[in-house]
Every structure is written in structure tokens, then in C-alpha cells.
């Protein structure tokens, strides 16, 4: 009989019979019903990154019932409970996934049956996760003598998981099959002695770790030993230099090459000569001039060539010296009248190395000698100079300045400030018609010069063959009807235009043409009349409830004359009228005031010279309404200090102030009996808290709070809780002077004074307490005062 049979007792069992007369023997095949034993042969197959592949065999007793499936498990070597990688597994091996790479672990096989699972088949040591690493990266030739070559290479992609402890290059003789291990390095580039010359090496490169070696890294063509060389390399960082005039200024131009390169210096095209002031010199690896006491002339560009037999290269480097700047070219005086002048000029053809800042404009009367500054800040190249005296000779000058300091002036030729066109000429042909005893009628003809009335352009012409004439207006072909008229004869061409206006004022350009050529010839002419209407859009902007800003730009049409000022007008929409804003704007830009909230305007402005005035520029209608909203209410009310008559509020800021910045806060309150909210503030507040005061003692209070700003009171803030008036109250200090009155077997009397300090509070219960010496515990007493 087995007892307390386990699956270990499964098996065949032998009965031997045996007697004098011989044996005899029976088996009996004995199945124990339980779980299965351990799976065996359990081995680790295959290992990657971030996988690893197991398999097994079954048990060798299952149980008494057939195996049904795997529960696969797996463990870091860090940790001690296993976790469950799969609980049906139907075969004899498994991959395990999602491992983390470089970590150790151990994996486990439990088979199961009807009755359970068995006992676990473990790993004995702990698997790396990990492969052999990539191939290493591009290789490349650094250097190459005569016996050596020396390799570079980069890091594998990925080093399968492990620390990669070394690369181990090979070399093959081209025409030989075998490959020789000839350097193992830790580094990223080796060198490799010992070569025969002229003779042509292959080369690759493999990585090794822990896990084995990886697939080699080959160099795809191969190296011949030999001295080499190499075309020259300029190691320029910037090819630009810039020095102050007067300061010396060092180029240096590292290269490198082999052979050494020849050098040679150009200047702006022409072999540089050395002098007193400039030197090079040149050495292996750099050369470099140096220019003392720079001026203007050493200004250019400079080229640096290097040869050698493997080739050459240049480089081109840019020098600027700063310093004042020439003075303006091509001042020109473009139009004269009899109260302004408008002159233009070219910027400077050398700037000093740096921006022109601004240009200084002067002038004076050829009867002084003193020149008077007109602007010493003009940005433009030209100007407009008015409030010229009619009749007077003036000469202008300009001067062009930058950081370093103010040009010469340029000068034009004495002009004179007057109208470029005359007063009519006389009268002609004046003669009595008819003549009584009291009347007299007399007649006349037109003056010859009407004094500029007539726009008449007069050109004489010639060419062979006659060439064709053509008249054109701001690029345009100008038309022969109404007013306009043009002639043309072999030798003489007009433009004649009767009773000008201010849209005839332009460039007209007469243009000759044959078959030799074309030339043409452009003409300005201004017509004096009243200025177009300022350049549009009339913009409004800053607009509020009461207030908005008008700008507008200059008229394109100035009528010939200074603009002197300008008239601006506003109208409602609902009426016809309009008011009278400004009368005399002198500036492109004004402020209306006193608009009524929600009403909807126009606007319109008008130039005015000295002709009269000049066509509107009107606005779109435009709604008068502030662009922000009233605030959000205040948050967070509470009250953080409180007394019988005062009480401290404190609170938090809008969360929104409604696109206009609060001005201040109002702070009401309410009893608890009381129905009406009172005001705390007469003024606003600026702070988060304000102090209550003039409370009735005994009293329930609760506040509330509303925020400010140009739109006005927002919501009121939720109130805060219902807080009692009364002073807080304190421990009173302990009682003075306590003494022993009188005593007896069984009792004591006691006196002593009031505390000093009551706490705010009628002190009402005393405690009294007393230990005896041959009692350690201490007695106390509370005393009652009614």
C-alpha cells in the first residue's frame, strides 16, 4: 500500500512470485492523477534587441491527462515576482517580445493539465538582451604617405545592446582572396603602417561586442600607397573686414595644401604692391597683410590666390573703411517758384563704408555770406524749401552725414525765387469804335502773352529722313481734341492747350523717331489752380463714445502751390449740415472731441492754397461707440479682520477687465435684518481691501464688491459670508500676586489680584490648582464667578 500517493508515484510496478518450484511475475501500469511535472529542456534559441525565442519539451509524466497548454513567464534579474507573458501557449516554443534592451532575464515554462498547473522549468542564468551590432558608418580616407594609410570611420547605427568593446580592421592585397586582421582599435580612426608603396589596398571595418562581431563595413574603393597631394583649402571664416580710417587693419588667411602652395594678393583686379604702409607675409599654413594707417583708397576688393600642382583656388575679401562720406552728386534745382524752391540730389559715390544717417540742407541770399540750416535731418534725397522772398537770389547746398562724422557740401549755381511764368503783356490795337457827347466805346485785342493762360511747348526738330513725332503725358499719348493741339512741320513741333487746368500740370515728353533712331525729351509743367482732394482714405481711428483721430495724406495735386493748411468738417448722418471742426489744420492728422455716444458721422476734409480751396475727401460713415465692455465681477469676497465698530474686506481681481484697465472698486453693505445695500466708499478704491468702519456692535454684516473702468460698474461680486461685529477675544494673563491668608488642619485661604489683562472678556471661571508633597498628582479646581 503507498499512501499519500504524488505524481512521482506514477509508473509501471512488478509483482515477482517465487517458489521452490521456479518465479513468475505480473506488472501492473500504476497513473497517479495530478498536475504535470516539469517541462524539460528548456533552452534559449535565438536573441535579438528586443526578443527573445524559447522552447521546451513536455514533461516527462503529464498528470495522468493530456497536456493542454504553456504558461510562459518572465522576470527581470533586478526583480523577484514573475510576470506573465502568456498563459496559452499550444507549443513547444515561443517568442517573447517588447523586452527592453541591455536588461537581464530570466524565463520560466509551466505546463498544464485538467488538474492545474505543474512545476515551473527556469532558466538557469539570467539572458542580456542584446545582438551584435550594426555595421559602422562611412568610412573615409584621412591620410595617405608612401608605407601608411590612416582610416576613419563612424559609429554603428546601433550597437545591439551592448557596450561595443572594440573595431577590428582588415586589409586585402588587390588580386589576393584573403582578408588579414591588421589593427584592432577602441577609436574612430586608426592608422595602419607597414604598407608596401604603389601598392593598392582594400580595406572594411567590423564592430564587436559582447554578442559577437558585426557584418563588416567595406571601403568601396581601393587605396593606392603613396605620397599624395592636395589641393590648396582657404580657411576663411568672414570675407569681410572693416576698420576705422586711420586705424591699421591685419587680414589673416589660414589654408592648407601639399605641396605648399604659391601665394599671390590682387586689389580690385591688379597685382598688389607692398609699400611703406602695406606689407605681406606668408608662412606654411597662413598669410596675411597688414595696411597701416588705413584711408578711403584702401577701400576695394581684394584677391587671394593659392596653386600647387594638385590645382588652385581664390577667395575674394571685401574691406571697408569708415569714415565721412563724400558729398552728394547731381544736386539739381527741379522747381522754382516765387515762394519755394525744390531740389533732389544722388547719394554719395563713396558712403564712407557705412549708411548714410541723413542729409544737411543749407541756404543764403547772395547779398550774405552766412549760410542759414534749412533741415539737418532730411532722410530723402530731395527737399521742398518754402518761405522764400520773392525777387531774392539764393544759393543751397547739402551735405550728406553718417556715424563718422558730415561730408563737404555740394553747391548749386545762384537761382532766383520768382514765378516761372510772367504778367500778361499789353494790350494791342486799342482804338475809339464810336464816340457821342457823353459816351465813348472803345475795343482792343488780346496781348500777345496771355503770362501763362496758353500752356504753348515750342521744340525745334530735325533728322533725315523727317522723323515721325509723338506727344505723350505721364507715358500716355495725348489726344488732339477740345483744348489740345499739336503741330508739326520738318523743323518745328507745339503743344498748345487752351485754358489750362490743374489735371494738365504733368511730364510731357516729345519723342523723335526715324529709322536712324529714337531720342526724346521730357518737359514738367505745373498748372497754378486749387489743390485735388487730399490722398484718400480718410481714416478713422482712436474711436470711442466721445472721441476719434482723423488722418488723411497730403493732395497728389497740390494746384502748383504750398498746401497751407486744412479745413475739417463732421456731419450726423441724420442731418444735412455740417459742423465746422477746424479751420486752419496745419498737420495731416486731428482729434474730434465731443461726439454723442451711438450717433453715427461723417467726416470730410479739404486743402487749401493760396488759390482757394480745394476738392473734399470724405469719409465712411463711422458709429461713435467705445471698444471695450464694463469689467467682470470682483472675486473671492471675504472678510479677513474684524472689530465691534470696523471690518477689514479683502478680495480678487476680475477675471476679465473688459479691455479697459479698472479705475477702482465700490464696496457696499448689508445687516442681516436689512433689506437695502449702503455704500462703504464715497471714492473709489484702488487696493484689493478696504476697511468698514462706523459698524454696530452686535451686528451681522455681509459686502459685496463691484470693479470700474471707462465702460462703467460691472456685476456685482457674490456676497461674503454674515460676520458679527465684536472685538475679537484673547486668554487673559494669569492672576498677580497670589498669597496664603490663613490656613487650618483641613483648609486653606487664598487671596490674590485681578489678571492684568482680561482678553477682551469679563473673567468668569478661575482654576485653582495644588499638589501635596507626599501626593505627586496635581489637583485642579475651577472657580465659578456669577
Excluded at 479745413?567 to 496745419?586: H, P, Q
Aim: glycine fraction near 8%; proline fraction near 6%; charged fraction near 25%.
Amino acid at each position: 500500500m503507498i499512501e499519500n500517493v504524488n505524481r512521482n508515484d506514477t509508473g509501471k510496478y512488478v509483482l515477482i512470485a517465487e517458489n521452490c518450484s521456479g518465479s513468475k511475475s505480473a506488472f501492473i501500469n500504476v497513473k497517479v492523477l495530478d498536475s504535470p511535472s516539469v517541462p524539460t529542456n528548456l533552452e534559449v534559441k535565438d536573441v535579438k534587441r528586443d526578443s527573445v525565442s524559447i522552447s521546451w519539451e513536455a514533461p516527462l509524466i503529464d498528470g495522468g491527462a493530456k497536456i493542454s497548454h504553456y504558461i510562459i513567464e518572465k522576470r527581470e534579474e533586478a526583480r523577484k515576482a514573475f510576470t506573465s507573458v502568456s498563459s496559452s501557449c499550444v507549443r513547444n516554443s515561443y517568442k517573447i517580445d517588447n523586452l527592453q534592451e541591455g536588461f537581464f532575464y530570466y524565463f520560466r515554462v509551466l505546463a498544464v493539465n485538467e488538474f492545474g498547473a505543474g512545476l515551473p522549468a527556469e532558466t538557469t542564468e539570467a539572458v542580456k538582451v542584446s545582438e551584435a551590432p550594426l555595421p559602422p558608418g562611412k568610412i573615409a580616407i584621412s591620410d595617405v604617405t608612401c608605407n601608411s594609410v590612416r582610416l576613419s570611420w563612424e559609429k554603428p547605427d546601433h550597437d545591439g545592446g551592448s557596450k561595443i568593446t572594440c573595431y577590428i580592421v582588415e586589409m586585402q592585397a588587390k588580386g589576393d582572396d584573403t582578408w588579414t586582421i591588421c589593427s584592432e582599435s577602441k577609436a574612430l580612426q586608426v592608422t595602419i603602417n607597414g604598407l608596401a608603396k604603389g601598392k593598392e589596398y582594400f580595406f572594411r571595418v567590423s564592430a564587436l561586442n559582447e554578442k559577437g562581431k558585426s557584418e563588416p563595413k567595406c571601403l568601396l574603393a581601393p587605396v593606392t600607397v603613396k605620397d599624395t597631394s592636395a589641393e590648396p583649402i582657404i580657411n576663411l571664416l568672414s570675407n569681410t573686414f572693416s576698420v576705422k580710417a586711420g586705424n591699421d587693419l591685419r587680414i589673416d588667411v589660414p589654408f592648407k595644401g601639399e605641396p605648399k602652395p604659391t601665394v599671390a594678393w590682387k586689389k580690385d583686379g591688379n597685382i598688389l604692391k607692398e609699400t611703406s604702409r602695406i606689407n605681406v607675409h606668408t608662412s606654411d599654413t597662413s598669410s596675411h597683410i597688414l595696411i597701416k594707417d588705413t584711408t578711403k583708397i584702401d577701400v576695394g576688393v581684394y584677391e587671394l590666390t593659392l596653386s600647387n600642382s594638385a590645382g588652385s583656388t581664390s577667395t575674394e575679401i571685401f574691406v571697408n573703411v569708415f569714415e565721412r562720406p563724400g558729398p552728394p552728386s547731381g544736386l539739381s534745382v527741379d522747381e522754382m517758384s516765387a515762394d519755394f524752391v525744390c531740389l533732389s540730389w544722388q547719394p554719395p559715390l563713396y558712403t564712407g563704408g557705412t549708411q548714410i544717417n541723413n542729409y544737411v540742407v543749407k541756404k543764403r541770399d547772395m547779398g550774405n555770406t552766412i549760410w542759414q540750416t534749412v533741415s539737418a535731418t532730411v532722410a530723402r534725397t530731395s527737399i521742398k524749401i518754402s518761405r522764400l522772398t520773392q525777387g531774392t537770389e539764393y544759393q543751397f547746398c547739402v551735405a550728406a552725414e553718417n556715424r563718422y562724422g558730415k561730408s563737404q557740401f555740394a553747391e548749386t549755381e545762384p537761382v532766383v525765387a520768382q514765378y516761372p511764368f510772367k504778367p500778361p503783356g499789353l494790350p494791342i490795337n486799342l482804338h475809339v469804335v464810336q464816340a457821342s457827347k457823353s459816351v465813348m466805346v472803345i475795343a482792343w485785342d488780346k496781348p500777345d502773352s496771355d503770362g501763362g493762360n496758353l500752356l504753348r511747348i515750342d521744340a525745334a526738330i530735325s533728322g533725315r529722313p523727317n522723323p515721325t513725332v509723338f506727344w505723350l503725358k505721364n507715358g500716355r499719348n495725348i489726344g488732339t481734341k477740345g483744348r489740345i493741339e499739336i503741330t508739326a512741320t520738318k523743323t518745328k513741333t507745339s503743344l498748345l492747350i487752351r485754358e489750362g487746368v490743374r489735371k494738365d500740370s504733368g511730364q510731357y515728353t516729345l519723342t523723335l523717331q526715324n529709322t536712324g533712331g529714337t531720342t526724346s525729351k521730357v518737359i514738367t509743367c505745373k498748372v497754378l489752380d486749387k489743390p485735388g482732394p487730399p490722398a484718400g482714405p480718410l481714416e478713422v481711428s482712436g474711436l470711442s463714445a466721445e472721441k476719434c483721430t482723423l488722418s488723411w495724406g497730403p493732395p497728389h495735386e497740390t494746384g502748383g502751390a504750398e498746401i497751407i493748411h486744412y479745413i475739417v468738417e463732421k456731419c450726423e448722418t441724420s442731418r444735412v449740415a455740417w459742423t465746422l471742426m477746424y479751420g486752419d489744420m496745419m498737420a495731416t492728422t486731428c482729434k474730434i472731441t465731443k461726439l454723442l455716444k451711438g450717433n453715427e458721422y461723417l467726416f470730410r476734409v479739404r486743402a487749401v492754397n493760396k488759390y482757394g480751396e480745394g476738392e473734399t475727401l470724405e469719409s465712411e460713415p463711422t458709429r461713435a461707440m467705445d471698444p471695450f465692455t464694463i469689467p467682470s465681477a470682483p472675486m473671492d469676497v471675504e472678510v479677513t479682520s474684524t472689530t465691534s465698530e470696523a471690518m477689514t474686506i479683502c478680495w480678487k481681481r476680475p477675471t476679465s477687465d473688459g479691455g479697459s484697465r479698472i479705475s477702482g472698486y465700490i464696496i457696499e453693505k448689508r445687516e442681516k435684518q436689512g433689506v437695502r445695500w449702503v455704500r462703504v466708499n464715497k471714492k473709489p478704491v484702488y487696493d484689493l481691501r478696504v476697511k468698514a468702519s462706523g459698524l454696530h456692535e452686535g451686528c451681522e454684516y455681509e459686502f459685496r464688491v463691484f470693479a470700474e473702468n471707462t465702460a462703467g460698474l460691472s456685476e456685482p461680486s457674490l456676497p461674503s459670508l454674515l460676520t458679527l461685529a465684536d472685538d475679537p477675544k484673547f486668554l487673559p494673563s494669569p492672576p498677580a500676586k497670589p498669597i496664603i491668608v490663613d490656613s487650618s488642619r483641613t483648609s486653606i485661604t487664598l487671596s490674590w489680584n485681578k489678571p492684568l489683562f482680561d482678553g477682551g472678556a469679563l473673567v468668569s471661571i478661575l482654576g485653582l490648582s495644588w499638589s501635596s508633597s507626599n501626593l505627586p498628582v496635581k489637583i485642579l479646581v475651577y472657580i465659578s464667578f456669577k
